[in-house]
């Protein structure tokens, strides 16, 4: 039986935070860090640096706002970051189907 090559996966979503990140955050219209700490389990530090390399790969965009006169920040998944999870999911998909 011939395996198929493995696809060429997006690195930027495929690390399993990212991968749950973007998850999330395509779910929702925005989200707030908290949550995001909430639903992960990452760390502060952790979570960071995932929303960096996200936010830095166009997948996502952030927003530091104030809700009255507590720092809040604001994360949302951009209509690359979409495409790129709608890309990755199909990709996945296609790759797990010819597996049977």
């Known amino acids: 039986?011939?395996?198929p090559p493995l696809p060429q996966l997006d690195p930027l979503i495929h690390a399993?935070?990212?991968l749950i990140i973007v998850s999330i955050l395509n779910a929702?219209?925005?989200a707030?860090?908290?949550y995001l700490l909430?639903?992960?389990g990452l760390t502060k530090g952790n979570l960071s640096t995932h929303l960096?390399?996200?936010e830095e790969g166009g997948y996502v965009e952030i927003e530091k706002t104030f809700r009255g006169r507590v720092p809040m920040t604001l994360v949302r998944l951009t209509e690359e970051g979409r495409r790129a999870l709608a890309r990755y999911r199909r990709e996945m998909l296609d790759f797990?189907?010819?597996q049977q």
């Open 16 to 18: 399993p935070a990212r």
């Open 32 to 34: 707030d860090f908290r």
């Open 1 to 3: 039986m011939n395996t």
């Open 38 to 40: 909430h639903a992960t």
């Open 52 to 54: 960096r390399k996200l």
């Open 28 to 30: 929702v219209e925005e």
């Open 96 to 98: 797990l189907s010819s």
